[in-house]
Nanobody, 123 residues
């Protein structure tokens, strides 16, 4: 079974930065679409960023465009989410997810999920 393990969350002040990492087990990471989602209590899970193999570039929620960057290091089986200029509205549990198809069909199409890492933005 493929496992995804997130790390890098924590407490940061408004305006600060964090980089989340997602290590993926197995031998097929380079063929996976990778995505980051976030969720806060009482709200639906929200797509933050997705990086498809077929397109080769990141796509972002409007709320994070220009501040967040999704990337990957295939040699390390790792996906990243660089988050800059953080605001309290970015506070959430962040999850990474992988789609074996290499395309993106929405959250229901993601095959594997991590357990999440908490990001808290507060002064």
């Amino acid at each position: 079974q493929v496992q995804l393990v997130e790390s890098g969350g924590g407490l940061v002040q408004p305006g600060g930065s964090l980089r989340l990492s997602c290590v993926v087990s197995g031998n097929y990471f380079s063929s996976y679409t990778m995505a980051w989602y976030r969720q806060t209590p009482g709200k639906q899970r929200e797509l933050v960023a997705v990086l498809t193999v077929s397109r080769g570039f990141g796509e972002y929620a409007d709320s994070v465009k220009g501040r967040f960057t999704i990337s990957r290091a295939n040699a390390k089986n790792t996906a990243y989410l660089q988050m800059n200029d953080l605001t309290p509205e970015d506070t959430a549990v962040y999850y990474c997810a992988a789609d074996r198809s290499g395309t993106y069909l929405g959250a229901d199409g993601m095959d594997y999920w991590g357990k999440g890492t908490l990001v808290t933005v507060s002064s």
